[in-house]
């Protein structure tokens, strides 16, 4: 990679974000201001490799709540690279996309995607392309174990560190949010207010 000072840090956030909550958002904000990024892509995906969608999901309404959730925070681009692309998100092509002479990429990953990242489409490309930084999702200290051994691991294989984001983690989950919209919960304090209203306007993850 190049080096320099006039490199410019860009990070990377992809996520399915059905629906993007205040857990995601917190975890950006801590990613930029710890990595001091310049730009941050939030991508959502068009179709995750590891998840299964159902036929009611809307990438672009995807996309939208994600620009609700950042509307006024300087830096963030919200990017529609992936949902343009078409079929399975893979990272190596995304980052292929974005990877310029003068840029430093900076990958976002959660606890799970620490663990399960040697199983990735061309997962060694990837850590030649960007450095990985990771951020717990959650309080487990069961995991903090196999995270830490996880990370060792890439590091004795691959010559490669992960870097970790401090941040009290917001144990929060888009899927705990579908359900409770299903049953008719209140959600105003789980995700960004333009995108509760966004999820009432459009009548989203009633079925």
């Given amino acids: 990679m190049t080096t320099g000072m006039d490199m410019l840090r860009v990070g990377i956030y992809g996520g399915t974000f059905a629906p ?10 801590a990613f930029m201001e710890q990595m001091k990024l310049d730009y941050l892509f939030v991508i959502p995906t068009y179709m995750a490799p590891h998840k299964e969608m159902t036929e009611s999901d809307n990438p672009l309404y995807r996309l939208r709540m994600c620009e609700l959730a950042f509307e006024g925070v300087d830096g963030v ?14 990272t190596y092509d995304t980052l292929k996309e974005l990877q310029r002479p003068d840029t430093r990429l900076f990958l976002l990953c ?3 995607m620490v663990l399960t990242f040697d199983t990735w489409y061309r997962f060694e490309d990837i ?43 917001i144990e929060l989950s888009s899927t705990e949010i579908r359900r409770a919209v299903r049953e008719g919960k209140d959600i105003s304090d789980l995700v960004p207010k333009g995108v509760e209203q966004f999820i009432r306007e459009n009548r989203l993850y009633l079925e």
């Fill in 127 to 169: 850590l030649k392309m960007c450095y990985p930084v990771y951020v717990r999702r959650e309080n487990d200290p069961l995991l903090t174990g196999r995270v830490v051994s996880k990370i060792g691991e890439y590091y004795e294989k691959y010559g490669v560190m992960f870097r970790r984001i401090v941040t009290d983690p």
């Fill in 77 to 90: 681009v919200i990017s529609d690279v992936e949902l343009k692309r078409g079929g399975k998100s893979y």
């Fill in 110 to 112: 959660g606890t799970d």
């Fill in 20 to 29: 993007i909550h205040n857990g995601h958002v917190a975890a950006a904000k």
